[in-house]
Nanobody
Framework: QVQLVESGGGLVQPGGSLRLSCVAS????????MRWYRQVAGKQRDFVAA????????YYGDVVRGRFTISRDNAQNTVYLQMNSLKPEDTAVYYC????????WGQGTQVTVSA
């Protein structure tokens, strides 16, 4: 079992920044990648970014590339998502995800970008 807990969401104005955190606990030895997804109510969950546990492989979704940065702190079992130049269309619930043969999701954290 892996537990994922996100934090850092909130309300921010367009052009602003937020940093999300995801702390992993439990059976984390088999984690290969940590990922961020986001979902708007009534729509599918979209891929945002991924980072290998070693940090040597990083991937971004097209809509966030160049504005968001994913990183990790293995000593803290934490993955971060630094979000800059936020736009209203970035408004969504952001979820942390990993797979060790079983999918694990966090509870999500709401990000709202609005003036």
């Amino acid at each position: 079992q892996v537990q994922l807990v996100e934090s850092g969401g909130g309300l921010v104005q367009p052009g602003g920044s937020l940093r999300l955190s995801c702390v992993a606990s439990g059976s984390i030895v088999n984690i290969d990648f940590m990922r961020w997804y986001r979902q708007v109510a009534g729509k599918q969950r979209d891929f945002v970014a991924a980072i290998s546990w070693s940090g040597d492989r990083i991937y971004y979704g097209d809509v966030v590339r160049g504005r968001f940065t994913i990183s990790r702190d293995n000593a803290q079992n934490t993955v971060y998502l630094q979000m800059n130049s936020l736009k209203p269309e970035d408004t969504a619930v952001y979820y942390c995800h990993t797979n060790t043969g079983t999918d694990y999701w966090g509870q999500g954290t709401q990000v709202t970008v609005s003036a």
